[in-house]
Structure formats: C-alpha cells, structure tokens
C-alpha cells in the first residue's frame, strides 16, 4: 500500500482534472496501489521571482515556475508558457500530461512544463528579453540537455527560445545547443519544427477521417486559436484539400462557410498582432466557433473549453485536440455517452511537437542535420505507430481513445518507475 500525503501547492480546476484522467486510467489497468502515487505526482518544482527593469526605469517582479512530473524514462521535457493567468497548478498538470505523451509515442523522456506570470504583448522586446533570460538563468542549475529540456509553448517562440539557449550557454561557457528546442534554424533548430505541432493534428485528422470513410478535401475545419498551433493546422488541413470555415484568436472569431483566406488571415496577424477586425468573413464569439457545424473542430488554444456548457451543443465528427486539455471531465463524459464524435485525444493529437523536438534535441546532440522531408516523414511514421497503439488498446479494452492513449502512456512511467526500484 502506498498513500500520499499531499498538500495543497498544485491545487487547481486543471490539476484536479488531470489528476481525475489519472485516477480512472489507473483503475481502468489496475494500477498497483503502489506505484500509483509515485507515478501520479510532479517530482520537483521550481518556483522563481524574475525582476525585470521597465521601459520607464521602474522594476517589476514576475513570478515563474518550473514543474518536473517525471524524470525516470530521460530528460523532462515541456513547453515554456508565458500567460497572464498561468498558475503553479497549471504548469504542474501540462507537466503530467506530457509524461504520458513523451511516453505514449515512445520518447526517451520524461515530462515537464513551465511558466510565467506575464502577458508578453504588453512588454516591450527588450523587456521581453530580460524577462526570457532572466527565467533561464534562474533555471540554469534546474535544466540542461541531460536533465530537462525546455521548448516553446503558449506566448513563447524561437526568439525567446535562442534568448535563452544564449543565457544558458553564456554559463555553462559553451555551446549548449541541445539545453531547448524550438530554436531558431541558425542556431540548431529543427527543420519542420516549427509546423511540427499543427502538421501532426492534420496528418492525423486526415487518417481518422479516412477511417470514417470522408475524404479530406469535401471536409470543413473550425480552429480555436490562430497562434503556432492553430495556424500550422489550419495551413496543414487545408493543404490536404478542407475547407477551414471558422478560425479565432482571444479577441474573437471569423466564420466564413465560402473559406477563410488563409494567406491573408496570417498577413493580417503579422502586422496587426490579433483577428481583431480582420475582415475575411462575420465576426462571431469563441463560444459560437465552438457550435458550428463541421467536419473537424480543433480547439488549439487553452484549455477547459469543451465543457458540461456545450459537449452536448458540438456539430463536429472529429474533434482533434490541439491544444493540452481542452476537454474538461464532464465534457468527456457526455462525448463519450453521445458516440457520434471520434475525439483525437491531446497526448496523441498534439504530439507532433515534442516529436519533432525530439529530433531537434538528437541533431543538436550529434551535430548531423536533418532535411526538412526526412524530419516529416520520420514525424509520421512516428504519429502512425502511436495512432494504431492507442487505437488497438482501444479495441481491446474497449476504452475510450482518450483512455486508450492515457492508459499506454501512464502503464510505461509506471513500468519504468518499478523497474528502476525505490532508492533507499
Ligand atoms: P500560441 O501562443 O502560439 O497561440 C495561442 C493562440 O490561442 C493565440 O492565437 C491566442 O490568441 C489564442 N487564444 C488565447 N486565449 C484564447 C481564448 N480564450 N479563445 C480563443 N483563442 C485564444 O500558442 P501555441 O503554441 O499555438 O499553443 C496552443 C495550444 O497548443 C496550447 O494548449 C499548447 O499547450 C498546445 N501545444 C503547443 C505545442 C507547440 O509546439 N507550440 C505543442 C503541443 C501542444
């Protein structure tokens, strides 16, 4: 028996969910009682106070975390969020989810998240940079190549990614390409990085359309955020021949049933920084894009907003998961009871990044580089395994895919973890 003695630090609607995916996944595998804990919780945390001086000469404090779930199958790896209402707890459940992704598509990896408390679009540049670098040194002593490997996430990019392998190699007193990924290509990125993440969503819509026998260029896509993610799927769906009908950012949503121009939808966003405004089709609310009629709904922004409000509302076939937790527990389950959406769980939908920074990290650490064909065609052989795994565990079990991937996922932590033994 094994029991947790757990306090409060992580308590949250996000952490409290992911905990709930956990539970039910180890119940659905039996899970021994005592391995469970162990696998469940973050390892360690870092939790830093990042003074940056302002434009005008003052001082602000931000405050940034650093979560490690699991470090037994390799290096953590996850993202880097940089968010106005990041929390601790946040961080600490897109830390576990990337666990179980790292280990559903077999990376040699372990799972990790970070984040500040910061809306980036009110810094200036240089104040961005500090506050980037500022992060990485506090973090130098927490990360490296062989021990956690930070990349970009929500409100982080390249930029910020070169800011702060620069930070980190100016200590250590070398070149240490391989401490992020997510790098600009000057300076170790990968080839195809940087579409990886919405390239993989689309490959694998694709694949379950063609599943559900509805070929891809009679299919509609609606798209919840227009940021990496969003905006590389959208590209990618509509390479493949759908019609993205619906795209949206923070400040609202553009529905258009003739298609949204995609090229000048990106335009937009490259000078005007948001869709506010954009003039490709009706404005309507996130909460509309949600309920459209369509073939393919991707939420590829935050999480929680497939809720208990509006699973029942959706028009969708295919609900390919973008973002990290979109789906909230209740919502879950009233997907599951209806049965006419296949849902393309996060830990696989969106796993195309951390794949695809896999492969940057490996170049890096071998100094060989990779063309952009070679990364892509690795990256969907790579989504191919894991869709037939998770798909054949959810034959076999008769699980919901989302169960199905989780319980692959979490079942190799755990393995690991009893493998490795306790160190006394
Ligand atoms: P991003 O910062 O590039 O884009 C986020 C987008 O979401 C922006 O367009 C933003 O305006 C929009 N947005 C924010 N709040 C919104 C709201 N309330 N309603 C509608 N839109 C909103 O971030 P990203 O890297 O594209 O990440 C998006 C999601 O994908 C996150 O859940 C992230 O964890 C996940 N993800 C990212 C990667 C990656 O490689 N970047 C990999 C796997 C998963």
Known sequence: ???????????????????????????????????????????????????????????????????????????????????????????????????????LVGLPYGGAKGGVIVNPSELTESELEHLSRRY???????????????????????????????????HVGHVASAVVTGKPIALGGSQGRREATGAGVAYLTKKYLEDLKLPVNKATAVIQGFGNV?????????NYGAKIIAISDYTGAVYNPKGIDLNKALTYVRYQKTLHDFDGGEPISNDA?????????????????????????????????????PTTNAADKIIEERGDIELIPDVLCNSGGVIVSYFEWLQNLSNYYWGRDEVLQKLFGMLDKAKDAVDAQKRKFKFSRRLAALTLGIQRVADAKQSRGLFP
């Open 289 to 325: 894009l949600l309920e459209l009629k369509c073939t393919v709904l991707a939420p590829c922004a935050l999480e929680r907003v497939i809720t208990d409000k509006n699973a029942a509302k959706l028009k969708c076939r295919v609900l390919a998961e973008g973002a990290n937790g």
């Open 230 to 238: 969003g905006s590389e799927t959208a590209l990618a769906l509509s």
């Open 136 to 170: 990485m040194q506090e973090m130098v002593n927490f990360v490296g190549p062989h021990v956690d490997v930070p990349a970009p996430d929500v409100g982080t990019n390249e930029k910020i990614m070169a800011w702060m392998m620069d930070t980190y190699s100016n």
């Open 1 to 103: 028996m094994s029991k947790a003695i757990v306090s409060s630090l992580y308590d949250s609607d996000v952490f409290r969910m992911a905990c709930r995916q956990f539970d039910k996944a180890a119940d659905a595998i039996s899970l021994p009682e005592a391995i469970r804990d162990r696998t469940k919780y973050p390892r360690r945390c870092l939790a830093v106070s990042l003074p940056v001086k302002r434009r005008d000469g003052s001082v602000t404090v931000f405050e940034g975390y650093r979560v490690q779930h699991n470090l037994s199958t390799g290096p953590s790896k996850g993202g880097i969020r940089f968010h106005q209402h990041v929390t601790l707890g946040e961080v600490a459940a897109l830390a576990m989810w990337m666990s179980w992704k790292t280990s």
